[in-house]
């Protein structure tokens, strides 16, 4: 039920998204599968991932730098615990799509199994993939590169992706324990739509292009971001581009911004998803890994914190109890991409 005229039940939302894809060029793969990221972006509050990521994507297809029309290929199985998936030029979305029910059984199946994609291009958050890994019963990671955006600690260029890092435990009864992070202080999204609020950044997140601590979000953009916790956020980092990218015979940040040639189009690389079974990783051991779990979770919330996702799941109940809040200007920019497909795109 939707009271505020300004919201959208989700289901709308969705197919409106879409429909703007469909316009834009892509097919009905790559678009359900961008609508369904962006949507649940929106709906869980996490707006550095929400529709304003719709532009992005659509000037990416314009500049031609991604395959509106791929469909993901998978590799012939070869029994062993790597599923590994082929973007073919297109969104990572629908890769992980096809290749998520046969990480799981291959997971079920060994104990542990790992999702290569290759050949992506990537926008996304990664909750969502975390997420419908647990689904299954599975316990998950999921990591990538991006393009060089980030200083390694002690450094001032940008070398190192946002390499976002995102980990899912399954509970029954309740929503899965999720977090899911940029290796960098904030998303560069953040960033971004700090830049288009005309507000200034917090100490600490970013360096202009000569090394200097800045809080101006145009110059941040135009130096270097730089890592959370200093040297540990660098070293994880640094450890996501060895097997997010080289172990996978994909790019680096480096290499993928040097091929794109901008930082205002969509990142092309590769991904890596990795499921575990707690109970077969557990098993002849005493206690059952999800009643531990339990227990771990509940101490934390004795003490008054909250559990990483609570937030979003939150936003996503009162999505679904009272629709999607959008701006006017959001609902504006909606209409106009609807109407223009393509052409409403700059490059
Ligand atoms: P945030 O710092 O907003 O949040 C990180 C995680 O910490 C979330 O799971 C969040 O849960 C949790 N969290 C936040 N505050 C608390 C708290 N007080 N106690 C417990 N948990 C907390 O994320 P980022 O800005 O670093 O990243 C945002 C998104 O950007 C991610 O989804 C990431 O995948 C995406 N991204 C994608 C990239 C790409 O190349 N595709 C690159 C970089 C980022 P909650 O959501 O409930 O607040
Ligand atoms: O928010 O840092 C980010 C980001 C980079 C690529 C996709 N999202």
């Not at 990538?144 to 980030?150: D, E, F, G, K, R």
């Not at 101006?216 to 959370?228: I, K, Q």
């Not at 590769?270 to 227990?295: D, K, Q, V």
Request: charged share 20%; aromatic share 6%; glycine share 10%.
């Amino acid at each position: 039920m939707t009271s505020d005229p300004a919201s959208l039940p989700i289901d709308a939302l969705f197919a409106r998204v879409e429909a703007i894809f469909r316009r834009g060029g892509l097919n009905a793969v790559q678009s359900g599968a961008l609508a369904r990221v962006i949507v649940a972006g929106e709906r869980d509050a996490c707006k550095s991932h929400g529709i304003y990521r719709i532009e992005g994507a659509l000037r990416t297809v314009k500049a031609g730098k991604v395959n509106a029309e791929a469909m993901p290929e998978l590799a012939p199985d070869d029994g062993s615990a790597i599923i590994r998936v082929n973007a073919r030029g297109g969104f990572a979305n629908p890769a992980f799509e096809l290749g998520l029910p046969h990480l799981a059984e291959r997971a079920q199946r060994l104990g542990m199994a790992a999702l290569v994609i290759n050949d992506c291009t990537h926008f996304s958050a990664l909750w969502p993939e975390v997420e419908a890994v647990t689904a299954h019963g599975l316990a998950a990671l999921a990591l990538c590169p991006s393009y060089a955006t980030v200083a390694p600690a002690g450094g001032t260029k940008p070398l190192l992706g946002t390499n976002p890092f995102a980990f899912g435990w399954p509970r029954s009864g309740s929503d899965p324990y999720v977090f899911d992070f940029a290796t960098s202080v904030a998303a560069r999204g953040e960033i971004e739509l700090k830049r288009r609020a005309g507000e200034k950044l917090p100490e600490g997140w970013a360096v202009d292009a000569d090394g200097r601590s800045t809080r101006d979000p145009e110059a941040a953009l135009a130096g270097a971001m730089l890592t959370f916790g200093g040297h540990k956020g660098s070293a994880i980092s640094t450890m996501i581009e060895l097997l997010a990218g080289i172990m996978i015979g994909d790019l680096t940040s480096l290499e993928s911004l040097r091929q794109l040639g901008s930082t205002n189009l969509s990142p092309s690389h590769g991904e890596l998803i990795l499921a575990f079974s707690p109970e077969r990783f557990a098993a002849g051991r005493e206690g059952e890994p999800f009643a531990r779990a339990e227990t771990l979770f509940e101490a934390i919330l004795g003490q008054g914190a909250r559990l990483p996702s609570q937030r979003r799941f939150a936003a996503r109940a009162r999505a679904e109890a009272e629709g999607i809040a959008l701006s006017e200007a959001e609902r504006t920019q909606l209409d106009r991409l609807a109407a223009e497909g393509l052409d409403a795109i700059t490059l």
